[in-house]
Structure formats: C-alpha cells, structure tokens
C-alpha cells in the first residue's frame, strides 16, 4: 500500500509542477522586462540630470545629439519653448532591445529654465 501511495504521490507532485512551470517563466519575463526598463529610466536621469548641469547657451549650441549607455540609446532634441522667452523644452528618447531582440522605447519630456 505504501509503494501506491509514493506512486500517486509523485504523479499529483508532477501534475503540480508542470502546471506552475509556466508560470515561472512569465514571472522570470517579468522579471527581467522591469529591470530593463529601470535600467533604461536611470540612464535617461542620468542624461536629464547632466543637462540640468549645462548652461542655456551650450543646450542651445547643441541641441540634437545621441550616446548609448549600457546598451540604452539615448537620443535628444533640444529646442526653445514656442511663447516663453528663457524655457527649453527637452525631449529624450531611450530605446533598448531586450534579450528576445525586440525593441523598447520610452521618451522623457522636460522644461529647463534658464538660470537667473
């Protein structure tokens, strides 16, 4: 009776586990699609931050540009906000291929005023 009991035992066990298999998967996807993206968000700030650094005249001397960083490429256009005398609009476009090769992209907007 005992040999069964393991028997029906295991079979309920791998019924189980093949059932939660996929699930796992989706949760490691998951997983790694949110360290992508936050990966992707840091190297944005990290680029809306060295603008914050940089005077009106020099963003404005140099207003489209792209870089990569950690396989994050970051592509920017600079441009003087339409009706207000010392506001940049700065748009930034991040763009990243996960391990699948599929493409990703997300875009940061800010204002930057100039300074007094």
Known sequence: MTLVEIMVALVILAIALAWLAPLIVIAMRGTR?????????TAGQDKLEEFRNKSYTYLLANPTGQDTLSGVVRSWNITE????????????????????????????????????
């Not at 699609?33 to 968000?41: F, K, V, Y």
């Not at 010392?86 to 476009?93: E, F, K, S, V």
């Open 33 to 41: 699609r949110g360290a992508d993206i936050t990966e992707a968000t």
């Open 81 to 116: 906000e339409p009706g207000h005398d010392g506001l940049l609009r700065i748009a930034l476009d991040l763009s990243w291929k996960d391990e699948e090769g599929d493409g990703h992209q997300i875009q940061f907007v800010t204002l930057q005023a100039r300074a007094k």
